[in-house]
C-alpha cells in the first residue's frame, strides 16, 4: 500500500462555508485514498499562510521525503495560488497526487495552475473595469445593493400578511404542519412570493416566521 502524507490549508474562516475548510479537505483525501488504496500516515495543516510564505507545505515535502510518501492536496489551489512556486514543487523529487484531479501528471498540474492564474487575472481586470465604469456613472457602489434587500424586505413581509387570511382559514381546517399548508396552497394554486415555483415547507415555514 503506497503511503501518503496530506496537506491541508486553511486561508480564512469564510473558506469552512465555502468546500475549502479544513474538515471538508480532510473527508476528501481520507475518502480517495479508501477508494484508491492509500495508506495515509501523515497530515499537515497550514492555517492563515500567505501566497508568499507556506511554512507547512515545505514541512510536508519534507516529511514526504523522509518516508518516501507521496504527498496528497484535496484540490490544486490548496498547493497555493503561484503558478511559478507550484511549478517548482512539481519539479521537486515527491510525487503530488490532487484528488480532484487525480490523472494529472507533472505537466499537467502546472498547465492547469497557469490556466487557474489567467483566469483569476481576467476576473480581477474585469471587475476593476466594470467598478470604475460605475463609478464614472455616479453610482455610489454597495447603496444600491443595501437599497434593493431593504425593498425586497419589505414586499416579502407584505406578502406574508396577504396570506395570513388565508392561512387562518386553513389553520382552523386543521392543516397546521408546514408540509400539510405547501400541500394545500399549491393544490389550490396560490403562487408563491417570486411567482414562478411550488410551495414547499421551507418557504411556509419563512413566510410564518415573517408573521411572528
Not at 474585469?126 to 425586497?152: F, P, S
Amino acid at each position: 500500500m503506497k503511503q501518503v502524507i496530506a496537506y491541508y490549508r486553511v486561508s480564512t474562516h469564510r473558506q469552512g462555508r465555502s468546500g475549502l475548510g479544513l474538515e471538508a479537505q480532510q473527508l476528501t483525501v481520507a475518502s480517495y485514498c479508501r477508494l484508491n488504496g492509500y495508506d495515509l500516515i501523515d497530515e499537515v495543516v497550514e492555517v492563515k499562510s500567505t501566497r508568499k510564505q507556506q511554512n507547512g507545505l515545505f514541512d510536508a515535502l519534507e516529511r514526504c521525503r523522509q518516508n518516501k510518501a507521496t504527498l496528497m492536496v484535496a484540490r490544486l489551489d490548496r498547493l497555493g495560488r503561484d503558478v511559478e512556486k507550484i511549478a517548482r514543487l512539481v519539479k521537486s523529487d515527491v510525487e503530488i497526487v490532487v484528488t480532484d484531479n487525480p490523472h494529472a501528471n507533472r505537466f499537467t498540474i502546472h498547465i492547469l495552475a497557469a490556466v487557474a492564474e489567467e483566469q483569476r487575472q481576467r476576473i480581477s481586470e474585469t471587475t476593476k473595469d466594470a467598478l470604475e465604469a460605475a463609478r464614472k456613472r455616479g453610482i455610489v457602489l454597495g447603496k444600491y445593493g443595501k437599497t434593493l434587500a431593504k425593498r425586497n424586505k419589505k414586499a416579502a413581509e407584505e406578502f406574508a400578511h396577504q396570506l395570513s387570511p388565508l392561512l387562518k382559514k386553513l389553520e382552523n381546517r386543521g392543516i397546521t404542519t408546514v408540509r400539510a399548508i405547501a400541500q394545500e396552497l399549491n393544490k389550490q394554486g396560490v403562487s408563491t412570493f417570486r411567482g414562478d415555483s411550488q410551495w414547499h415547507p421551507s418557504t411556509v415555514y419563512a413566510i410564518l416566521n415573517r408573521l411572528k
